[in-house]
């Protein structure tokens, strides 16, 4: 029963990003708001991890299984991205490196930042 709790939050959760993009004009997905009210609901202590801890590793151990029916659809329409498919190609090589290359960045700012604090504190 606690499993059926957790995941009801999580579509809770999802459900309110769906209406938030149903409302607002804005050009991001559903899924996009419904991680951000998370991330809130999680930060602001609304919400303990512990009431989703279960739930949301087992679906981070399933998440391959859940991209199976994208390949699947991609597969399916093979005919229509035949002909565009080394653009797509080097677009998404290209946008995946740029991603690291900022994640990476990003993440050795807050590294020094943090270091930078400690080294501070302990002054």
């Given at each position: ?93 290209a946008s995946t490196f740029v991603v690291m290359v900022c994640a990476g960045r990003v993440?050795?700012r807050v590294i020094r930042r943090g270091r930078k604090g400690k080294e501070e504190a302990?002054?």
């Open positions: 029963m606690r499993y059926v709790k957790q995941f009801g939050i999580i579509l809770l959760i999802s459900f309110l990003g769906e209406v938030l993009h149903a409302l607002l004009p804005l050009p991001v997905p559903a899924s996009i708001y419904g991680i951000v009210l998370l991330f809130l609901c999680l930060q602001t202590g609304l919400l303990k991890v512990s009431a989703i801890r279960e739930t949301s590793r087992f679906l981070i151990a399933i998440m391959p299984m859940l991209f199976l029916p994208a390949a699947v659809g991609l597969i399916e329409s093979w005919d229509v991205l035949q002909p565009v498919w080394v653009p797509y190609l080097v677009i998404t090589v993440t050795q302990c002054d």
